[in-house]
């Protein structure tokens, strides 16, 4: 199929583009960028006024499956995605059972082949069924095409062994995922360590819990020479630490979420398990350092860790609910609504965090980039659009989320993946 974008202004940082430009895609492919394309296409697009920019890329989702499918699956997970103009996603590996062999691996790939609309990079798991004791089997997840390992929900708390695992990653040219969470330090805890815990009765997180890990995991990737990739960065300390990493010449990434560069702890206004996520929402102080990180481009991307629950698992009350929020929905219309409005970042920036740089910490050549022999995916977003955010549209099964009922500017319209039309707002 030929498919013709006219009239968008492109926006691509891999080449520095920022101009009124049509996109022809034929097959998978983009095939040309250039002024008034004239060709007889199978279908236009008149993207006028729009931004066309790389599909998205969120290098943080669950998408529950298998196992876990009465919260998500590959289908609506990958639904979600591409309404939010997610083009890839990298799924974490804490399923049931938790994906920590080669056969694992394939199988959630091989089924997202058919079952979702967006592609799907299933990691693997630092350590057997998350469990901290011996090693998963990380050369042959590897080799079955994971690009990288993680035990996201929690910390391995053995630094030796975690430290091993990370050679074998490094071995394999594989990406650690790091979820940073000392579990010695949380004693129960569920929201920030503050005022507003105190309040609502709830038992306080210190960025202790945070930092203490952060620094643990750069000191372990300098030693190994590893790619470390930090997820959810919650905290000011965390910004510093990485920046200084990477003053010293370590390999380490960062990722920070809409929700905690927008909401405060002091955001938590009553007993709403919406609220709860982990980690938890921090200060104003931490949220004003992962602005300032994404700006200068110390955090390198943008992601949601989209984890999706039932209903019954969030109107429990905070202390009982699980964590985690939504986020692939709302994520491109918070950021530009938050971040690119306020001149936070530009358009370019955006596209930046969110398509090309986790491109390249993944070592996707192909994607990430609007340009002749780039494979087609594409979003096309309105910046003009406004609207409120209503967890009753969603197409995730989870509806959990703190921003019900926010006005936001900015929409995905159209959502393109390997040149076929997967979304397209009504």
Do not use: W
Not at 35 to 54: F, H, L, Q, W
Not at 169 to 197: M, Q, R, S, T
Not at 199 to 211: A, F, Q
Not at 377 to 389: A, S, T
Request: hydrophobic share 40%; proline share 4%.
């Amino acid at each position: 199929m030929s498919l013709l974008i006219k009239n968008g202004k492109v926006i691509n940082p891999a080449t520095n583009t920022e101009d009124i430009l049509d996109v022809l895609l034929e097959g998978e492919k983009v095939v040309a960028v250039a002024k008034n394309i004239e060709t007889e296409a199978e279908r236009v697009i008149d993207a006028s006024d729009c931004y066309v920019m790389p599909g998205f890329i969120d290098l943080h989702v669950h998408f529950r499956d298998p196992g876990l499918t009465y919260k998500e699956d590959l289908r609506t997970g990958g639904m979600a995605a591409v309404k939010g103009g997610v083009t890839t996603v990298v799924a974490m590996p804490n399923t049931k059972p938790v994906i920590d062999t080669r056969e694992k691996v394939e199988a959630v790939n091989a089924r997202a082949l058919s079952e979702s609309p967006t592609k799907v990079i299933q990691l693997g798991a630092v350590t057997k069924g998350q469990e901290g004791k011996e090693l998963s089997e990380i050369a042959a997840m590897g080799s079955a095409g994971c690009f990288g390992i993680s035990e996201d929900g929690k910390s391995v708390m053995d630094s030796g062994l975690y430290k091993e695992g990370m050679k074998v990653a490094a071995a394999n040219d594989l990406v650690v995922f790091a979820h940073c969470e000392d579990i010695n330090l949380v004693k129960g805890g569920v929201a920030n360590a503050d005022e507003n815990a105190k309040r609502l009765g709830l038992k306080g997180i210190t960025n202790s819990v945070e930092d203490v890990i952060v620094a643990r995991d750069i000191i372990l990737a300098g030693e190994v020479k590893g790619k470390l990739h930090l997820c959810h960065c919650s905290t000011k300390d965390s910004v510093r630490m990485v920046k200084e990493a990477k003053e010293a010449g370590i390999r380490v990434t960062a990722e920070v979420c809409p929700h905690h560069f927008i909401l405060t702890t002091d955001d938590i206004k009553e007993d709403d398990g919406n609220f709860k996520m982990n980690p938890p929402l921090r200060t104003k102080a931490d949220v004003l350092a992962l602005r300032e990180g994404l700006k200068s481009g110390v955090i390198d991307a943008i992601a949601t860790d989209h984890a999706p629950h039932s209903e019954e698992e969030k109107k429990v009350g905070f202390a009982k609910a699980a964590f985690g929020i939504v986020g692939l929905e709302t994520s491109a219309a918070l950021t530009y609504t938050e971040l690119v409005l306020p001149g936070v970042l530009s358009i370019m920036q955006m596209a930046e965090r969110m398509s090309v740089t986790p491109a390249k910490i993944l070592g996707l050549s192909d994607r990430g980039n609007i340009a002749p022999g780039m494979n087609g995916d594409v979003v096309i977003f309105d910046p003009e659009k406004e609207g409120v955010i209503d967890k009753n549209n969603f197409v995730s099964k989870g509806k959990n989320t703190p921003f019900d009922g926010r006005k936001v500017k900015g929409e995905v319209r159209v959502t393109i993946v390997d040149g076929n039309v997967v979304y397209e707002r009504e």
